[in-house]
């Protein structure tokens, strides 16, 4: 079962910074937080993930709160192309390689 | 720039045919997994493995189904007498070792079974 609780659906207007809430109160202290995002009939793309520090790539940040319950990933500048199913994960680095999926948030960016 | 490659992109098969559904890994990579999503679900893992041995095959089905990652040449996933139920998006991913574990995913195949 997953460990992570997501919204279904969320909307963001282009353009606007799009910020995805996770909860995952139960996480383990050497458990990660990935995430990855799935566009409308293409395989999942890896995103970025983090364990306790917040993290910035190219895509976008994740900020993790600091009892690590709970997670935000940002979209700084919403595209269209950036609709997608938005999943959340946890994982213990380097032994559980089992991706374990929820239903994930489906975000859809409006004009 | 190759991804992970699967092919072929979509497969129709009727009701008791066998299934072979290929991925080929990112360059350099040796682990592979396969996962299943049905329509509106997230993925569900279904077996890793590395070069020439299945790590872990808790996933897949006891029956039907079987996976080989040869020492070369691609990995398969080999679905047999496929039924109705077999229906459903199938991904790969491969990743650098478990350690390095960011998995990347090829863009699945699409098995529909008439």
């Known amino acids: 079962d997953a460990k992570t609780t997501q919204p279904p659906s969320m909307d963001c207007a282009e353009g606007r910074a799009a910020n995805l809430p996770c909860n995952h109160s139960?996480?383990?202290?050497?458990?990660?937080v990935y995430w990855y995002r799935q566009i409308h009939s293409q395989g999942p793309q890896y995103i970025i993930h983090?364990?306790?520090?917040?993290e910035t790539n190219e895509m976008a940040s994740l900020i993790i709160t600091e009892d690590r319950k709970s997670s935000t990933l940002i979209l700084p500048h919403a595209t269209l192309r950036d609709t997608a199913v938005y999943y959340c994960i946890v994982r213990v680095e380097g032994s559980n390689y089992q991706l374990i999926w929820g239903a994930g948030t489906k975000l859809i960016i409006k004009p | 720039n190759a991804g992970v490659m699967q092919n072929p992109r979509h497969l129709v098969r009727r009701r008791g045919q066998e299934a072979r559904l290929r991925c080929s890994p990112m360059?350099?990579?040796?682990?592979v997994y396969w996962y299943r999503q049905l329509p509106e679900e997230g993925l569900k893992f279904m077996v890793y493995?590395?070069?020439?041995?299945?790590?872990?095959e808790s996933g897949m089905p006891k029956e039907r189904f079987s996976a080989e990652f040869p020492k070369e040449g691609p990995s398969i996933l080999r679905i047999q007498q496929v039924v109705r139920g077999d229906s459903a998006a199938y991904f790969c991913?491969?990743?650098?070792?478990?350690?390095?574990?960011?998995?990347?995913f090829g863009a699945g195949t699409r098995l529909s079974v008439l």
């Open positions: 139960t996480i383990s202290g050497n458990e990660y």
């Open positions: 991913a491969s990743s650098l070792g478990p350690a390095k574990n960011i998995q990347y």
């Open positions: 493995l590395q070069k020439e041995n299945i790590i872990d």
């Open positions: 983090g364990l306790k520090n917040n």
């Open positions: 360059k350099g990579h040796s682990h």
